[in-house]
């Protein structure tokens, strides 16, 4: 797959940086990081950690000895926020050597404030580096850049040895991640040979589960995720942590895509953007709320930032971009529906909470973008950060590197409380307040929703005896959508097992799981706990190998679950 794909990047004009794998942490030239040189920036990770943003992992194209180069970003690049910047006056790029911490595509990095640190979880091999077979993956480990609050910070390898739960996890990526400033998070993903060394799969397989790193005490946990949907697998979507409401705040879960446990086709099951899942993470308690306003139309591989409302009455989750599967990704020609679906994608929307309702931000799309990162940026916490990503609405990923970012290097910047672009970065930006259209909803329409979906849900955010007049809308007609299941009181256990094709008995466990009575039900948990062995997927059950023409890419990496079961 990798030299079909290098062949046609050829085709096209471009340069794959043809590095040995054994130099996949070789350096680049700190020279190709200007403004007149850089092309695309794509599959990366980002976190911002006081005054400094960090860009890590993923591909960029740069403009070498006039050739447009595509390869892997084998250093950690930091920017400076503690100063402004415009468009035509960008920031400096400052590159940080890496070590022998690896560069992977679509990792997440959570930050962790109290202790000056970020982690990188998940990802798959770059598509920039020669593939010559299983090994070229580097092995599972947990890596931690510790920063020195001036831009720079070394890389470490964390020993994970004495942590079952980690030893048993396998790198995946494609999941939904999220940071709040005590835990990182992630949803679902799913894992193949270019993710990990331990699955032996050529093609890819969904992977449930809810995995979670508490910055503290380290200890991970790895839990059912069958709250969500109907098999707890979730794929390139949203999730956001809402510190607002809750013992330990709240995740909220938006678009993207869902599967069964045994295969995973790009596009085929997509999550309404009307149904929102929230996760309460100190109880470990799903809930389901149906979002009325403004809905966008289904999609995935956006990004998400949340802000806080003045009054810390409200809670603003705003979406930016985003694709509608097929397209970029399906292949195609300029005129395919999907390719001018995607040219309307420069959209930002705002899910306001408690209310639970969508808000178009009012511009004109010119510049619709997928894969992007973007982050909360500024003192007064009032500004969208975009970082990097592609045009949506070309015919090919391949095409899509040729275009050269019209901002300097892959970053711009949206007011959020204006609700528009700006030229720059402004590090004296007056503080974070809603936007009139949202203040107005709320006046008109009162605080929460009229009817909640899921019951549970409004007594953890709503007062006592509080109402509203707003009137729910319905979930679009023929929208698929993540299972709503009240799990408000049943205790879920996350016991792992070794081995991506065991997912395949999991389902089976699980279905039977479901129709038996408590006393079946313990004998067939007993059952798989024996399952505690590798156990290689058959030739019929394999998922197959997405062809050249197909570019498994999605924005998030991270980790796995082998098994959740529910005790009720």
């Known amino acids: 797959m990798a030299l079909a794909i290098g062949l046609f990047l050829l ?224 794929q390139v979507g949203g999730m956001v942590h809402v510190p607002s409401w809750g013992p330990a705040g709240l995740l909220v879960i938006v678009g993207g895509q869902t599967s069964p446990l045994t295969s995973w086709s790009d596009g085929g099951t997509m999550v309404s953007m009307s149904n929102i899942t929230v996760f309460e993470p100190q109880n470990q308690t799903w809930y389901h709320q149906t979002a009325t306003g403004d809905i966008p139309t289904q999609r995935d591989r956006f990004c998400l930032v949340g802000a806080q409302g003045g009054d810390n009455s409200t809670y603003e989750i705003f979406l930016y971009g985003g694709h509608v599967s097929g397209g970029i990704f399906g292949g195609g020609n300029q005129t395919d529906p999907a390719v001018q679906a995607n040219a309307e994608l420069d959209q930002v929307y705002v899910l306001s909470l408690p209310a639970f309702v969508w808000i178009k931000a009012n511009y004109t799309s010119k510049d619709p973008r997928v894969l992007q990162s973007c982050h909360v940026v500024g003192a007064g916490g009032r500004q969208l950060l975009s970082v990097g990503g592609i045009k949506a609405n070309f015919v090919s990923l391949e095409v899509s590197y040729q275009d050269t970012d019209p901002y300097p290097f892959g970053l711009k910047v949206f007011d959020m409380t204006a609700m528009r672009w700006t030229d720059g970065f402004n590090v004296s930006a007056e503080p974070y307040a809603p936007p009139d259209a949202v203040a107005r909803y709320y006046s008109q329409h009162g605080k929460y929703p009229s009817k909640w979906t899921d019951s549970g849900l409004g007594d953890l955010i709503s007062p006592p005896n509080s109402t509203s007049s707003s009137t729910p809308s319905q979930s679009p007609a023929g929208a698929a959508q993540a299972t709503p299941r009240k799990s408000h009181t049943g205790a879920i256990v996350g016991s792992v097992v070794g081995g991506v094709g065991a997912l395949v008995l999991i389902a089976l466990a699980l279905g039977a799981h479901f129709r038996s009575t408590k006393r079946r039900q313990m004998s067939e948990i007993d059952a798989m706990r024996q399952a505690t062995r590798v156990h290689e997927l058959d030739q019929a059950t394999r998922p197959a190998e997405l062809g050249s023409g197909r570019f498994p890419t999605e924005l998030m990496g991270k980790e796995v679950e082998k098994k959740a079961v529910v005790i009720t």
């Open 11 to 234: 085709a096209l004009g471009l340069t794959v940086s043809s590095q040995h794998t054994k130099d996949i942490v070789s350096r680049q030239d700190p020279a190709t990081y200007s403004r007149e040189n850089f092309v695309r920036r794509v599959f990366h990770g980002t976190a911002v950690a006081g005054n400094v943003l960090y860009i890590d992992g993923g591909e960029e194209v740069v403009v070498i000895n006039g050739v447009k180069t595509q390869r892997p970003l084998n250093q950690t690049l930091s920017i400076d926020l503690s100063k402004s910047w415009t468009n035509s006056t960008p920031p400096t790029v400052r590159a940080i050597d890496k070590g022998s911490c690896p560069s992977l595509n679509e990792i997440i990095l959570w930050s962790d404030p109290a202790n000056d640190t970020i982690y990188a979880y998940g990802g798959q091999l770059s598509y920039s580096v020669p593939w010559v077979g299983g090994s070229t993956v580097p092995q599972e480990a947990f890596w931690a850049f510790k920063v020195d609050g001036k831009g720079g910070g070394s890389w470490r390898q964390l020993d994970m040895s004495d942590s079952p739960t980690w030893v048993s996890l396998t790198r995946t990526t494609g999941g939904l991640g999220a940071s709040s400033s005590s835990a990182g998070y992630n949803l679902g993903g799913y894992a193949g040979s270019r993710t990990s060394q331990k699955t032996g799969i050529d093609g890819f397989i969904p992977i449930p589960g809810l995995q979670t790193y508490n910055y503290t005490s380290g200890a991970w946990s790895n839990n059912s995720a069958l709250g969500y949907s109907k098999f707890g697998t979730a």
